[in-house]
């Protein structure tokens, strides 16, 4: 039997285990997924370990994308410009390195969400990893603006610099959060880690345009911080970043099996599942 892993530290309460295991039951594959603990100085020997009792693919998750983007001897383009790998495939001596988190995040919002970002205006919020990770994604689906905006604003203008020549028809601005008084978006996604500290970001509560959509690219079963704020602060929408976790995993399915699974049936099952145990 085919065997993948998730690789990460910690990995104990990942649902990426669940979420093959449905793609492959849907799908008729053969195949096995688990959770591999790796130390955290520990991440190319377990790579090395898990290809050698016959691995085909690894999904890499916190701290190891980036280290896995080193790993990695050949790069799609989305990973390159990300600069972090969260798929590998083991194919003879050579490993591909991939990044499916910003097309899971582009495949949630306007397959699931029927969210479109063509031609709107969306506000990223950070300049960290997970911003960096889905920019190229959302670049090609042709927002009419994408504005950045970050708490250390030399990190927003950073990625602003680095991306620049990939924004297209895009009008593409970086700053800080008191910059964007009186601007409103139709698209707001928060890609900063705040809410995983339990904190609120310093917006104000008029960026939201009529009917517009806030997601947060965490998930969590008791609503987020910021998805909280976004629904007293008027955003029409709201959507935690599950079905990106399922779409990002869908992405890789797709990439080591040649066939797509259909994430919706999965993503309700994970919801149920999820709201059973809250
Ligand atoms: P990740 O890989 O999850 O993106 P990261 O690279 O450490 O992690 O980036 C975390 C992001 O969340 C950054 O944009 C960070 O802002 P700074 O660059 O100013 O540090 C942002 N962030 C984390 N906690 C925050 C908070 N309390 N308020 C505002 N931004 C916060």
């Not at 603990?37 to 190891?64: C, K, Q, Y």
């Not at 990106?244 to 919706?264: I, K, N």
Request: with cysteine; proline share 4%.
């Amino acid at each position: 039997m085919d065997c993948y892993a998730l690789i990460g530290h910690p990995v104990e309460h990942s649902k990426s285990p669940f979420i093959h295991a449905a793609f492959a039951r849907q799908t008729r594959q053969e195949l096995s997924y688990r959770a591999l603990i790796a130390p955290l100085d520990g991440f190319s020997d377990t790579v090395r370990m898990f290809r050698a009792e016959g691995g085909r693919g690894a999904n890499v998750t916190v701290p190891f994308k980036i280290e896995a983007c080193s790993l990695a001897t050949r790069l799609t383009e989305r990973a390159r410009l990300a600069g972090a790998v969260n798929t590998l495939t083991f194919e003879n001596d050579a490993i591909l390195g991939d990044n499916t988190d910003g097309i899971g995040l582009v495949r949630d919002l306007i397959t699931n969400l029927a969210c479109p970002l063509a031609g709107r205006h969306v506000l990223l919020l950070g300049a960290g990893g997970a911003a960096r990770g889905v920019l190229f994604p959302l670049f090609q689906t042709k927002p009419s603006s994408l504005t950045i905006v970050n708490r250390t604003v030399k990190r927003a203008q950073e990625l602003r610099a680095a991306f620049a020549p990939y924004a297209g028809q895009t009008a593409f601005t970086a700053g800080g959060y008191e910059d964007i008084g009186g601007w409103e978006f139709d698209v707001v996604i928060n890609a900063t880690s705040a809410s995983l500290e339990n904190k609120t970001l310093p917006l104000s509560g008029n960026i939201f345009a009529p009917d517009a959509f806030a997601y947060d690219m965490m998930y969590s079963e008791n609503g987020t911080p910021f998805l909280t704020w976004a629904r007293t602060a008027g955003a029409s929408r709201l959507s935690d970043g599950l079905g990106m976790l399922v779409e990002q995993a869908a992405e890789s399915f797709a990439l080591w099996r040649g066939v797509r699974p259909s994430s919706t049936s999965v993503l309700s099952e994970l919801r149920r599942k999820l709201a059973s145990h809250s």
